[in-house]
């Protein structure tokens, strides 16, 4: 089974801190995705990686960057949490080829006060 | 450019009786379709994927999906609901325009409820 992992659950920061966040898969995906997700909103892809050292802007990169410098680690860094960051952070993987399927991670819910 | 509309927001159903939530999508090319499901404060987890084979899917769980070409339809059926059904459930869609590496588009969401 494919396993894709988040370092926490639950996190609680303060405005203006540099939050990472991190995801890990175990299945040697070649493409790896950040995506936040608001009620209302639905999922909304931030950044999202082809390769190691490779990285491309999704919908809504602003406030955020990245970094992949193994093929099975995938980086989220908020250089400067602000409060409307407050949201539900979901990494995701899939193959280069294939039926593109993503899998997900059981997400991270992080809260800037 | 591809898009996904799911028709109903919320779809409330009794246990038991059967579960139809809708999905018509856009593409330009031949799409790949997917249904997944969220329960509450986890991750999205893979129900069923159509890639261009068989028209009717089945998936996890006894949901089964069939894709309708002339439709641009996507429904996710099953016959009997259970309780553990209640959840998110997101239609979702890759076509071979998305660059560089395969983009999802995801519909907004059905909330699906399992009245005992």
């Known amino acids: 089974d494919v396993k894709v992992t988040q370092s926490s659950r639950y996190l609680v920061k303060r405005t203006g801190e540099k939050v990472f966040l991190e995801c890990v898969q175990d299945m040697d995906h070649e493409n790896m995705f950040w995506y936040r997700q608001d009620p209302g909103l639905g999922l909304r892809l931030i950044y999202f990686s082809y390769d190691v050292k490779m990285k491309e802007k999704g919908d809504i990169p602003e406030g955020y960057s990245v970094s992949r410098e193994k093929k099975e680690r995938f980086s989220l860094i908020l250089e400067s949490a602000s409060t409307n960051q407050t949201s539900m952070y979901l990494c995701?993987?899939?193959?280069?080829?294939?039926?593109?399927?993503?899998?997900f991670g059981p997400g991270t819910r992080l809260t800037v006060t | 450019a591809q898009s996904v509309t799911q028709l109903d927001s919320h779809v409330s159903v009794s246990e038991g009786t059967p579960v139809l939530l809708r999905c018509n999508y856009s593409s330009s090319y031949s799409p790949s379709l997917f249904w997944y499901v969220q329960h509450p404060n986890k991750g999205l987890q893979l129900l069923l994927k159509y890639t261009s084979a068989a028209t009717l899917v089945k998936g996890i769980n006894g949901f089964e999906a069939e894709f309708k070409k002339s439709e641009t339809s996507f429904h996710l059926t099953k016959p009997s609901a259970h309780m553990s059904d209640a959840a998110e459930y997101f239609c979702?869609?890759?076509?071979?325009?998305?660059?560089?590496?395969?983009?999802?588009?995801f519909g907004s969401g059905t909330q699906l409820t399992v009245l005992p």
């Open positions: 995701a993987s899939s193959l280069w080829t294939g039926g593109y399927e993503q899998y």
């Open positions: 979702v869609v890759s076509d071979q325009t998305s660059g560089s590496a395969r983009q999802l588009t």
